[in-house]
């Protein structure tokens, strides 16, 4: 997530809109991103099954 920001200014610039309406949309698929890194922390066979 280190480039998100960046992202964020770059899509603001391409598509000419608001700041804060790019943020808004994003909001939903950081939140996955957290989700998902949650589950891996606390449940460590989701990610350690891929190897076995």
């Known amino acids: 997530m280190r480039h998100t920001g960046l992202n964020l200014i770059v899509a603001m610039t391409?598509?000419?809109?608001?700041?804060?309406?790019?943020?808004?949309?994003?909001?939903?698929?950081i939140g996955l991103k957290l989700?998902?890194?949650?589950?891996?922390?606390?449940?460590?066979?989701?990610?350690?099954g891929l190897i076995r």
């Open 14 to 29: 391409a598509f000419k809109e608001d700041f804060l309406l790019i943020c808004r949309t994003v909001i939903p698929f």
């Open 35 to 48: 989700v998902v890194l949650g589950l891996v922390v606390f449940i460590p066979r989701l990610s350690l």
